[in-house]
């Protein structure tokens, strides 16, 4: 479920001879590795010409790949590729023959535990190799989660349905309308929960734009990633995946709701509201934080209610999709300087919507006002978010602010640039007239947009300063 991209895994036991002791390498890498008596799947200590010393496996490599590196799965678990001239010596001190595959069991049914459909939509859970591309492959029957994080069949009876199978950045209006439709289908097949599987990158995107294209949902939806692959020491995908499927199996909250990290360490994971959560960090495991309002709970072994706001579990309850979705929008984040051709282009390319992410309260420069005028003119739609995340747009404050709001710029409060994207999409799908556009627009559906943020609602901790340190000293582990 990570959008980096994976790295080779290392077996654990074997399974299937390799045929070829030096599965992959040709030329000159291979040489090397033959005038030495080195092996794939061997576990070696390599020196260079520098006298540095890697200890790790030796890794088969892609056919696609040069014939000048050999490549050494660290005990980090990061692989590294060192050049054949650059190679003094290379110690075999151990072997170990490669699993060609997940370890796959029958996932047991327990009658007294929920059903959870697990829907998949690209990145890796647990992994295989594949030795004709060096490739990972994700895992994703539940015989073969199973195999990988038995501890599922202790929270739920698990199906899996794989819908496609893209990195995050690629999703777009196909693939949420096919993931709306077949989160319905599941729910009133009788899933008890819905868990997503998702590459990190664009998911707050997805579970925005689901929190308005699915309605009235009477289970949960969690939207789950991993930050790190499988295939690390340091993954997080198997107990995010657990602390997911616990959460859509006996949680209470029957909303769309992003399942990561809270801590850096694995005590315990945080849900997040849909259309309040971001992607704040490119790598740490804790990168999804709640914006401009509290997580809705905390999972480990049980779940901790944060939040008494929020849809509750109510199988009763009937669910409802609206997939409308027009794509002919777009987020300008100003900056100074910004020059008013960029908005004329927009209009003359056909978008029919703008998000601007403006400055401070929600402020652009003077020599934008023309081109707003005649984007306004011709129809598109302009709102207005704050490129600070925490806060509100205020644009009666200033003149700027209200100049912006007599060009018909219309302000979103403390919406996030990236739920408002969504939403403009989604209304845009079923209307283009401008006074229903924004009306719905400032219409909440889901708390895209608060009355007021809570008073530890933000929290950004500056490193450096003694009181920060003394608090991180104490509480972060």
């Known amino acids: 479920?990570?959008?980096?991209?994976?790295?080779?895994?290392?077996?654990?036991?074997?399974?299937?001879e390799t045929k070829d002791p030096l599965r992959g390498y040709r030329g000159r890498a291979r040489a090397t590795l033959e005038r030495f008596g080195a092996r794939v799947w061997g576990d070696v200590k390599a020196t260079n010409d520098a006298g540095s010393v890697f200890e790790g496996v030796i890794l088969p490599r892609s056919e696609t790949f040069d014939d000048e590196h050999i490549v050494l799965k660290l005990k980090t678990g990061y692989n590294v590729g060192i050049h054949y001239e650059r190679l003094r010596a290379i110690e075999e001190v151990g072997y170990r023959e490669a699993v060609y595959k997940i370890p796959e069991q029958a996932f047991p049914s327990r009658p007294h535990l929920p059903s959870v459909t697990l829907?998949?939509?690209?990145?890796t859970i647990a992994s295989r190799l594949d030795y004709r591309t060096g490739a990972v492959i994700p895992a994703f029957t539940p015989g073969e989660l199973y195999g990988a994080v038995p501890e599922l069949a202790d929270?739920?009876?698990?199906?899996?349905?794989k819908l496609f199978g893209v990195f995050s950045e690629n999703m777009a209006r196909e693939q949420y309308v096919v993931l709306a439709q077949s989160i319905k289908d599941e729910i009133e097949a009788g899933a008890a929960g819905i868990v997503i599987g998702h590459g990190t990158d664009t998911m707050s995107h997805t579970a925005a734009i689901l929190s308005f294209m699915v309605q009235d949902s009477p289970v949960p939806i969690v939207v789950v990633g991993s930050q790190r692959s499988s295939d690390r020491p340091s993954s997080d995908a198997a107990l995010n995946l657990i602390h997911a499927v616990r959460a859509a199996g006996?949680?209470?909250?029957?909303?769309v709701q992003i399942c990561m990290f809270g801590p850096t360490s694995d005590r315990y994971a945080l849900l997040h509201r849909g259309t309040r959560c971001?992607?704040?960090?490119?790598?740490y495991r804790s990168t999804f934080r709640t914006v401009g309002d509290v997580p809705m709970a905390m999972v480990g072994d049980e779940i901790t209610y944060l939040h008494n706001d929020y849809r509750r579990r109510d199988p009763s309850r009937r669910i409802r999709l609206d997939t409308s979705y027009d794509d002919r929008t777009t987020i300008l984040y100003y900056y100074p300087g910004m020059k008013p051709d960029l908005v004329d282009a927009l209009v003359e390319k056909g978008y029919r919507g703008i998000?601007?992410?403006?400055?401070?309260?929600?402020?652009?420069?003077?020599?934008?006002?023309?081109?707003?005028?005649?984007?306004?003119?011709a129809?598109?739609?302009?709102?207005?978010?704050?490129?600070?995340?925490?806060?509100?747009?205020?644009?009666?404050?200033?003149?700027?602010?209200r100049d912006l709001l007599d060009l018909g710029v219309v302000p979103l409060d403390n919406m996030l640039p990236e739920t408002a994207l969504m939403k403009l999409s989604w209304v845009l799908g079923?209307?283009?007239?401008?006074d229903e556009v924004l009306r719905r627009m400032r219409d909440v559906v889901n708390h895209e947009m608060l009355e007021r943020e809570p008073h530890n609602g933000y929290l950004i901790l500056q490193g450096g300063l003694p009181e920060t340190d003394e608090f991180t000293s104490s509480h972060w582990k």
Not at 119 to 123: D, E, H, R, S
């Open 430 to 434: 079923s209307t283009d007239d401008h």
């Open 379 to 401: 129809g598109v739609h302009i709102v207005m978010c704050v490129q600070t995340l925490w806060g509100f747009a205020q644009m009666y404050v200033y003149d700027t602010g």
């Open 119 to 123: 829907l998949g939509t690209g990145g």
């Open 250 to 255: 006996t949680g209470d909250i029957a909303e």
């Open 155 to 161: 929270v739920a009876n698990l199906t899996t349905k």
């Open 278 to 283: 971001r992607k704040m960090h490119s790598s």
């Open 355 to 377: 998000v601007i992410a403006g400055t401070g309260l929600g402020h652009v420069n003077k020599p934008l006002y023309p081109a707003l005028k005649r984007a306004h003119a």
């Open 1 to 16: 479920m990570s959008d980096s991209k994976p790295q080779t895994p290392v077996p654990a036991t074997p399974a299937v």
